[in-house]
């Protein structure tokens, strides 16, 4: 199923993007395998795009992206960095959710039962608090991240910059990419690209063919500079937000241009090998041999969602005590961008101190830096964005984040 990679830039990284689609819900694991998925691909039986498949589908295309996809590999670390189990009396915390599908309470325990919930880790200071898997997963199965591969792509951009590939957040872009050079590009700076306000043209209207979303979503290097070079300014650099799936593959342009290579090699030596993750895992390819996508679609398990948390929540500092990230990186990127006082560098921010980064179908990395706690999600959503699901696993992250601080009196 190499048309998987379709879906790459399309729809599925919009993080606040509504998909109406009409799919089919499943109350029991599935008993659908690699195999006989490949055959109902070959046959036609089944939708090449993970969009429109069955959420019994589904489960099995987001865990094996590498039978279906073109991916490079993400080694795990020599030294994996471990966890102590601590179990906490997490599942009998209350929630409760008032919006346009209703009032509803429920306990994190009856959550951690919903057939969308694949795989959720909560870990506090070094302690796996709560660990819960689908019958179908474990702590290992790597999972499709979506829109959470942008934070990553942005940690990036911090290491290059640590280690002199870039010399500064306010370098224009056309530093690295010259042939933007007479375009409104030529004006933006790599903190534009990641506040996501350049200030360029941009339709993300996915209902319309003609859109930039729809012509150039997937796009990557030369494509990809191409379609932008040709769109006119209508705000200045920094002034305005306007989530743009063009741009976050930029950033992984701009970031192959400075290091002249791939970037699955530079996270592997700065990222999986440094943070120490434990399983193997997948960035997916604009095709064959192709171009990782800046904004999207690592594969990773659960517990090295966490760990890539915990690299941030220690502000670019690897267990070892090297630094891979420049001093106070993460305090930048978790800063409000002027342009939207919720978004920083490519992370969502709280009002409250607290920040994630989000896929759609409900994939999460959740940070709490005031007590230390970090929150990995693997998720099948009916839907992209916009269900009960989604809305109640967000309530979810608050609620144990707030009963963690209530426990220590924050």
């Known amino acids: 199923m190499l048309l998987f990679y379709r879906l790459v830039l399309l729809p599925i990284v919009a993080t606040g993007l509504v998909i109406a689609l009409s799919v089919q819900a499943e109350t029991s694991p599935p008993v659908i395998t690699v195999e006989t998925l490949r055959a109902g691909l070959q046959s036609g039986e089944v939708n090449d795009n993970p969009l429109f498949q069955t959420p019994a589908q589904r489960r099995v295309t987001f865990a094996n992206i590498e039978q279906f996809a ?105 530093r690295y990419l010259p042939r933007l050079r007479g375009s409104a590009y030529e004006s933006v700076t790599l903190r534009h690209l990641l506040q996501m306000a350049s200030g360029v043209a941009w339709s993300e209207d996915y209902a319309n063919p003609k859109s930039d979303v729809a012509i150039a979503g997937a796009a990557n290097g030369v494509a990809l500079t191409a379609h932008l070079a040709q769109k006119e300014r209508v705000a200045e650099p920094g002034a305005r937000f306007n989530y743009n799936t063009g741009e976050a593959n930029l950033v992984g342009e701009v970031l192959r241009a400075a290091l002249a290579n791939a970037a699955t090699p530079y996270a592997n030596e700065k990222l999986w090998q440094g943070v120490g993750m434990a399983s193997t895992a997948y960035w997916l390819l604009d095709r064959p041999q192709g171009r990782e996508t800046g904004g999207c679609c690592i594969a990773a398990s659960v517990l090295d969602y966490v760990r890539m948390g915990v690299l941030a929540l220690n502000d670019g500092v690897l267990p070892s005590g090297e630094r891979v990230l420049p001093e106070g990186w993460m305090t930048l990127s978790t800063t409000p961008s002027p342009a939207l006082p919720n978004y920083g560098f490519m992370w969502w921010l709280t009002k409250d101190e607290r920040f994630y980064v989000s896929g759609i179908f409900g994939q999460k990395i959740f940070i709490d830096p005031l007590t230390h706690t970090v929150i990995g999600v693997h998720s099948n959503a009916e839907k992209a964005t916009g269900t009960p699901y989604n809305a109640d696993l967000q309530a979810v992250l608050i609620g144990i984040t707030d009963a963690i601080r209530a426990e220590q009196g924050l």
């Open 70 to 174: 073109p991916t490079r590999t993400l080694i795990p670390g020599s030294s994996v960095l471990t966890f102590q189990s601590t179990p906490a009396s997490l599942e009998s915390i209350d929630v409760a959710v008032d919006d346009d599908f209703g009032d509803r309470r429920f306990t994190v325990a009856e959550f951690l039962q919903r057939k969308d919930l694949m795989g959720l880790a909560v870990v506090q200071d070094g302690n796996i608090l709560l660990e819960h898997y689908a019958p179908d997963h474990g702590a290992d199965t790597p999972w499709i991240s979506f829109s959470v591969t942008k934070s990553i792509s942005s940690m990036l951009i911090g290491a290059a910059i640590h280690d002199g590939y870039i010399d500064s957040i306010d370098d224009p872009v056309v």
